[in-house]
């Protein structure tokens, strides 16, 4: 894993294009602050949220989540142009679920739209929907996770919904990703700020 345990570092990571970090370094992390929330994501989380059973609390509601993870494992491909932020978090606000049950129909949900993939929406209200509610049934809170560990589970990817804006002063920059290397800061500016 690239990171210690949250046990250790109490730092969850969020990943942003390197064109936001200015404005999240300097006004933090609200979970609609990006243009590609609006654009991209707003309806695929309305819909994961419209099949949220009762027993989850009231307060969990994807759609206004700055989503996060616990941590990387040392081989993750990571986007490019990218910064890895280290966050603080309220771990009361915070919810735990299997990240893999959501991701396996986004492309389906994306592309329904297209006459030549129309024929998904039948995947989506079928194995689609199954997946969605194994999602909502299979997660729980961020401090039940920290007893139970249900993130060192196999093939289950813990994303942290992260339920409370994030202030300037709780993120840390800790990598920043090229195409062709990741470095943390240090190395970073050593590489690239220093006059030669």
């Known amino acids: 894993m690239i990171f210690k345990d949250y046990q250790q570092t109490e730092r969850v990571y969020h990943i942003i294009s390197i064109h936001d970090l ?7 992390i609200q979970f609609d602050d990006k243009l590609s929330y609006h654009t991209r994501y ?9 099949l949220k059973p009762e027993w989850v609390p009231s307060w969990v509601i994807r759609s206004k989540a700055v989503f996060a ?30 990240e893999n049950c959501a991701n396996q129909i986004y492309e389906p949900f ?20 199954e997946l969605l509610l194994q999602y909502w049934n299979t997660s729980h809170s961020f ?24 202030a300037p002063e709780d993120i840390e ?3 920043i990703i090229s195409d062709h290397r990741m470095m943390d ?12």
């Open 22 to 28: 200015e404005n999240t370094l300097h006004y933090g």
């Open 42 to 50: 707003y309806e695929f989380h309305r819909m994961i949220d419209a």
């Open 69 to 98: 993870s616990l941590n990387y494992p040392d081989n993750h491909k990571f986007h490019s142009h990218t910064a890895i932020l280290a966050l603080k978090i309220n771990p009361e606000r915070c919810w735990i679920a299997n």
């Open 110 to 129: 994306v592309l329904q739209n297209l006459q030549e993939y129309a024929p998904c929406v039948h995947y989506l209200q079928t194995e689609g929907k």
């Open 143 to 166: 401090t039940e996770n920290l007893v139970y560990r249900y993130d060192k589970k196999e093939r289950y990817d813990a994303e942290v919904l992260v339920l409370h804006d994030i």
């Open 173 to 175: 920059l800790k990598y």
């Open 185 to 196: 800061i240090d190395a970073w500016k050593a590489r690239f700020c220093c006059c030669r």
